[in-house]
């Protein structure tokens, strides 16, 4: 009987590991199966979309300010855009006064549209990413033809943590520099001066050698006005806005306070005890300071080569017809550098809310308008004959004529909608750096196209110094920073008119470290290492 019982025992024993050996091997066969629809599953999600596919309509939202009355809500422009890129697109184009406050409440609300967009100087932009408001692009930016080419300089400003969240509103690269009245150095046999030495003796000279030729004491070297502006910085060692020079610590500092501007005030305070630039500097606003220069009193101011105004330059050439106007090449610098600062390459900012992350489609769709909304036409491509930028202007005959073969766009072409390019939030073009622009064509008076060229040609033959504090958020400087700004330039002023000796330097910038300056050097230098700027960088 026990004999028995152990033959069943054994038996039930291997009967049940063979039950066991079954069960592992279909577990294994399941587990693989799971692994490989799991495989599938990601290989069916690598699968790339395709950037320009339009085969799925999308709703896209927007918003942005803008100078002057918005554009309606239906017109045939937005119309044109729905259909070209398969959209239900709904911009919402705020004035510029009220931008601000309505877009914060909007935000504030929840109801962050898919593209969003700030002025330059808008510091929530960088708040707003810190907080993880934006989607980063860097994974996106190089399927478009604009969007990738826009230099990296430009956006190291709107990286966060490494990653780049904004697209920036162009701006072009050269700075408003000093320029000077030629026909004056002709007249008393001077050339253009090299160095702030030589500035000066100039400008003494426009001052008392009677260099309009008229018998009267009427002229003088520098037009200047309140804050010290323009600041006449014959280069980036004496910027006052610039992050150039470095203390003891290797830690980049405000050009405000630097020794190239303790020189420069020293220049100021020299001329003004000279008579040689304006007298009532300290309470002339901007507009007063350009007629002080162009009825032809100073012979040193500033240009640049847009957005010039004929119509000045018209004014001069009435009082004085042989005026004529060249650049002020940069002076050569204590530590032998040489050129201005760039701009930073933008004047705006457009960013996408987080939230698109979860739809790729969507994301490429939106990206997509955006690189054609920046799209740069060479001038002898903005005609009818290229198709994309009759599509952009509302097609000519509607939104535009061509006039002297150059497009016109109509008197309504924003109030009634005419045109698609009034509803893309950034509608400025991305100058590629290969544009090879002639920016004297801007202009029909032949001295002021002298003029710019002069300039243009002065930028070119010259390096830029990129300033590495573009894009980098303080917070000292957001609540402080305007203040003690102000401070510096109001103490500065009074140095410059003897009111204050400039010996006192070192004890104004301890002045400004102490009243939130040492901290605003502190978190810029953290901001400046978080970018990855370790040397000076020059374009």
Known sequence: MKKRYFIISFLLLVLSFMLIACTSDETTSVKETDKEKDTKVETEEQVEIDPFDHSEKYTITGMTFRFGDPPPLSSPGLDAINERFNVDYKPEIIPQGDYIEKSSAIVASGSMPDLIGFPGTDTRFYQWAEDGAFLPLDDYLSNYETLGNIPDYVYNSFKVNGKIYG??????????????????????????????????????????????????????????????????????YWDFNAWYHQNDDGDYIPGVISDGRKDLVQFFANLYKEGAMTKD??????????????SGKAGIFVGGVSGMSEAYFEGLLAINPEAQLVAIPPFETPDKS???????????????????????????RALEMVDFGKKYYPRDEKNPQNADFDFYLGKEGIGYNMENGAPVQVPTFSSEGLAPS???????EQVPADANINYADDYKLPELKEMTT?????????????????GVLSPTNQEKGTELMQFLINEQSKMIAGQRPISDWDKLVD???????????KETNEGIKEKGYTEREWK
């Open 167 to 236: 697209i920036p509103r162009y701006s072009q690269p050269y700075p408003v520099t000093p320029i000077i009245r030629k026909d004056w150095l002709d007249k008393l046999g001077l050339e253009i001066p090299t160095n702030y030495e030589e500035l000066e003796k100039v400008a003494i000279a426009f001052t008392k050698d009677d260099p309009d030729g008229n018998g009267k004491a009427d002229t003088y070297g520098v037009a200047i006005g309140e804050n010290i502006n323009p600041n006449f910085n014959m280069g980036t």
């Open 281 to 294: 500097f300290a309470v002339l606003d901007w507009a007063s300071t350009n007629t002080e220069f162009y």
């Open 338 to 364: 040489k050129g201005f600062t760039i701009g930073s390459g933008y004047s705006g900012i457009l960013a996408l809310n987080a939230k698109l992350a979860d739809d790729e489609g969507k994301i490429y």
């Open 422 to 428: 009034t509803y893309f939030l950034d509608n400025r």
């Open 454 to 470: 002069s300039l243009q040609e002065m930028f070119e033959s010259n390096k830029l110094y990129v300033d590495p504090s573009y």
């Open 511 to 521: 002045e400004y470290l102490k009243k939130g300056g040492e901290a605003i050097i």
